[in-house]
C-alpha cells in the first residue's frame, strides 16, 4: 500500500490530452479504509524555476528524501493531480519523501478542488 510522502513513477497525461510522459509523482494521500484502494499523487518537476513562486509548488530537495534520491532540485505540483488505484502504480515506489516536509493534507485538498 502507497502512503503519503511516497514517490511512485507514473505515466501522467498532457491535460491537452495529446500524449503522456513518464515522471515521477508524490503520493499525497491514500485512505486504509477505502474500498477502492484509490491514491491521489502529484507530478514531480524539475522546472524549478518555473515555479519558484507558485503556491501549488512544493520544492523537493535531494536532503528532503527519507529514503531514494533525487537526481536534482524538484518541485510536486499539487495543482497537477493524478487518481489512480493503488495498483496502477508503474515501474513501482521509488523513494520517499520526509513525514515532516508533507503536504498538508488540507492544503492538497484544497488544490485539487481549485
Given amino acids: 500500500m502507497l502512503s503519503p510522502g511516497d514517490i511512485v513513477l507514473l505515466d501522467f497525461p498532457?491535460?491537452?490530452?495529446?500524449?503522456?510522459?513518464?515522471?515521477?509523482?508524490?503520493?499525497?494521500?491514500?485512505?486504509?479504509?477505502?474500498?477502492?484502494?484509490?491514491?491521489?499523487?502529484?507530478?514531480?518537476?524539475?522546472?524549478?524555476?518555473?515555479?519558484?513562486h507558485d503556491p501549488a509548488a512544493i520544492a523537493l530537495n535531494a536532503t528532503d528524501m527519507a529514503e531514494g534520491t533525487l537526481k536534482q532540485t524538484s518541485v510536486a505540483r499539487v495543482d497537477k493531480v493524478l487518481t489512480i488505484h493503488s495498483s496502477k502504480r508503474g515501474p513501482g515506489r521509488q523513494g520517499a519523501h520526509h513525514p515532516q516536509q508533507q503536504v498538508p493534507q488540507s492544503r492538497a485538498t484544497k488544490q485539487q478542488k481549485n
Fill in 14 to 52: 498532457y491535460t491537452n490530452q495529446t500524449g503522456s510522459k513518464v515522471r515521477p509523482g508524490l503520493v499525497l494521500n491514500s485512505n486504509p479504509h477505502n474500498k477502492l484502494e484509490d491514491v491521489n499523487v502529484a507530478y514531480i518537476t524539475t522546472e524549478v524555476d518555473a515555479y519558484a
